[in-house]
């Protein structure tokens, strides 16, 4: 552990007896505490996790990945540390290189460090399949043009700003919520390259389309509150247009004939009753923003 930034391990757990306590012992040489989330498993992770000298929170019951950060952060909060490192409890990241994240920390000034599978090209050890693959670029593009892997669970940040990217997302959605938050507040970011393993005994909980899915409806919820000028209001523009122009083919097929262009006129009625629904809630977003609300289900164990 870096003597001029001690830092703190947090990882959150669902259903990972089968891996966690390794986890928590080989992470323990470069940390000075390892915070475990047990996300409601009904397993013995939570357990193992406090016998393998971790501080445990427990959820009742499985809230999100979202949820489980939030617990997280505001326990690493009340530490003394310096800075916060997250990886996950399935030994795909490997704890030896939280030396190479804190370095880059150190040596660019930077707020947040995220280890990426995909800089530099990859490492020749990352065997992510294909499909996984294409979909973190997708999802990469979404969230942040200028991160080659939003959805990498291995980051570093500096404790003094967490509060100030607390996820509201409960579920996948969140690794790309903190991101998205970091950019508006003006945090820099870098990238560091990582191994990640992928033959590890209790893979992901959820399908890569699932998880996808997930991600995206809620980088999509996120901009429609962040940002209703650009998610609503360029509809709005464009919508108007439309209106504008079967209201001008209606008058002037009104003005030809006589008669009023039934269908001509439902098109524009329909088109501008949307472009009003569309303009107030750019101007008052009909999404409200939920209160950030530690979980109340939740007991902190201490080794």
Sequence with gaps: MSKELPIVAIIPAYGEEATIAKVILETQKYVSKVIVCDDGSKDM???VAATSGAIVI???????????????FVEAMKTKAKAVITLDADGQHDPK???RLVKAMQKNGADI?????FKNGGSPNN?????????????SVLTDGGISDTQSGFRL???NVLRSIMPRETGMGADSEILMKAREKGLRIIEVPINVKYNVPNPSKKGPLASATE???SVIRYLSVRKPQLF????AIETFIVALGFWTGTIQQLGKTGQIDVTLSLIAIAATIVSLVLLTATVIPWMRVRAVRVPSNIKTTKP
């Design 97 to 99: 290189e939280i030396l």
């Design 45 to 47: 992770t939570g357990k």
């Design 232 to 235: 609503y209001g360029v509809p």
């Design 215 to 217: 991600v995206v409806v």
């Design 127 to 139: 065997q992510m399949p294909i499909g996984r693959i294409l979909g973190n670029k997708l999802l």
């Design 58 to 72: 427990n959820h009742k019951t499985n809230l999100g990945k979202g949820a489980t950060l939030r617990s997280l």
């Design 157 to 159: 940040y500096r404790k």
């Design 113 to 117: 460090v995220v280890g990426s599978r």
